[in-house]
């Protein structure tokens, strides 16, 4: 089944040009068929092909599909980006097909990029909801001071990941409650300085391991995400 996404709906009723492009162009529908959309925000959409042009295609909506996320818990992660920003929009991808409610970016002491673009980093997390037949996919949010994500109000576990063993850490699996919600911190590739974990503890957050193995930045994020949906699985 071939998604299309279109921001707007049920009001808007003319398929993105982008989107309209290769529903027409590459795919060859025609006006009458049934195509499959989607509003990113929870809910599926059939639709019919009324006008087959591939910069105005209108459709008009038939059913209605509310789907909503197949977790019941909320998962943040605040991600120092990487140097190499394909490995960023790598993890974007493979936490949008995984599950994951928001992303967002932070920077840090050691970090090594202080500025990206979310607008290209959402473009890789709706290809990748199309993708998976998702109905929806993560807020992606701007990079923000490593101080102000740790002073965010989050109704559920705050977890900050580091490798500094001369600090007491908790495994996520053994600390993580659950079905609920989970805000977790992941560092840049020089893990975060002694004083941010200080701060963070300070303020709250529980200081947890991802294992024995030490591991890369985006790597680190998405065991996270996949730790916490394998726990609530069982």
């Known amino acids: ?45 059939h639709a019919v ?3 087959a042009h591939p910069k105005h295609c209108r459709f008009e909506v038939i059913a209605t599909i509310p789907t909503p996320l197949p977790w019941n818990y909320r998962l943040q ?49 709706i290809a990748a909801m199309k993708q998976t037949l998702k109905a929806s996919f993560p807020s992606i949010r701007e990079i923000q001071p490593f101080q102000l994500s740790i ?22 699996s053994r600390i993580y409650r659950k079905g609920g919600n989970a805000h977790v911190l992941i560092g840049p590739e020089g893990d975060f300085s002694r004083e941010e974990i200080d701060a963070a503890l300070d303020a709250g957050w529980q200081s947890i391991s991802l294992g024995p193995c030490r591991l890369r930045t985006e790597t680190a994020a998405l065991a996270a995400c996949q730790t916490i949906h394998v726990i609530n699985s069982l």
């Open 77 to 125: 992660v605040d991600m120092a980006p990487t140097k190499n920003m394909e490995r960023t929009e790598w993890f974007v991808e493979k936490a949008t097909e995984i599950g994951i409610n928001t992303i967002r970016f932070i920077q840090c002491q050691h970090s090594e990029r202080k500025e990206i673009k979310t607008a290209r980093l959402e473009k890789v997390a």
């Open 1 to 45: 089944m071939n998604l299309f996404y279109v921001p707007g709906l049920p009001d808007c009723i003319e398929l993105p040009e982008e989107e309209a492009k290769h529903c027409i162009q590459v795919l060859r529908v025609q006006s009458g068929d049934t195509i499959q959309l989607t509003d990113g925000q929870g809910n599926f959409y």
């Open 49 to 51: 092909i009324i006008q």
């Open 151 to 172: 002073q965010q109000p989050f109704d559920g576990q705050q977890l900050i990941a580091h490798c500094h063993a001369d600090i007491n850490r908790v495994e996520l």
